[in-house]
């Protein structure tokens, strides 16, 4: 038990890693190709207002959710 406490704040490190991992590779499908990532799921974007929309939206808010993550991982006090 005594070393279950030990490995405890790393286990929470790895889980934040793999979330921010994959948040960041979800943001970036959507930020570099818009149009396929879009056509992959069904949906058509509308040129110009729709692809910037599409970035910002898909790309854009899990981009930032990661980053998050990233600040969160090397702060102790976040880890709770």
């Given at each position: 038990?005594?070393?279950f ?6 286990l929470s ?16 499908k ?5 149009q396929?990532a879009?056509?992959?799921a069904g949906?058509?974007?509308?040129p110009?207002?729709?692809f ?7 790309g ?5 959710f990661?980053?998050i993550l990233?600040f ?8 709770f």
């Amino acid at each position: 038990m005594k070393n279950f406490w030990r490995v405890a704040p790393w286990l929470s490190r790895l889980i934040i890693l793999a979330v921010a991992g994959l948040f960041t590779m979800i943001s970036f499908k959507f930020v570099m190709d818009p149009q396929q990532a879009a056509a992959n799921a069904g949906i058509v974007l509308q040129p110009g207002v729709g692809f910037t929309n599409t970035r910002a939206g898909f790309g854009g808010l899990p981009l930032g959710f990661a980053a998050i993550l990233v600040f969160c991982l090397f702060s102790s006090r976040r880890l709770f």
